[in-house]
């Protein structure tokens, strides 16, 4: 599998790409950080700052035809309570 992280391109395993997945996850509470498409996958830190510029650009990588890994900000919700 091929991953761009920054301008920089790696190629690593399935299994190895889903543990920087995970990291990657951690590092964007409320935005996309990640997208892929067939043996492609690139790690983003796109921050949003409504749902609704965060629903906009989901559809615009799934126009696209990548699949698109975003965290919506439930996470912080639950911490503040």
């Not at 992280?5 to 997945?21: D, F, P």
């Not at 590092?27 to 921050?47: C, S």
């Not at 890994?69 to 503040?80: C, P, T, V």
């Amino acid at each position: 599998m091929v991953v761009k992280v920054m301008n920089r391109t790696y190629r690593m395993s399935r299994k190895e790409y889903e543990g920087m997945l995970q990291m990657a996850s951690e590092q964007v509470p409320f935005g996309i950080y990640a997208v892929e498409k067939d043996q492609y996958a690139e790690l983003r830190n796109d921050k949003c700052q409504s749902i609704t510029q965060l629903k906009a650009r989901i559809r615009q990588f799934k126009s696209h035809g990548f699949k698109v890994h975003a965290n919506r900000g439930e996470s912080l919700k639950d911490a503040g309570e």
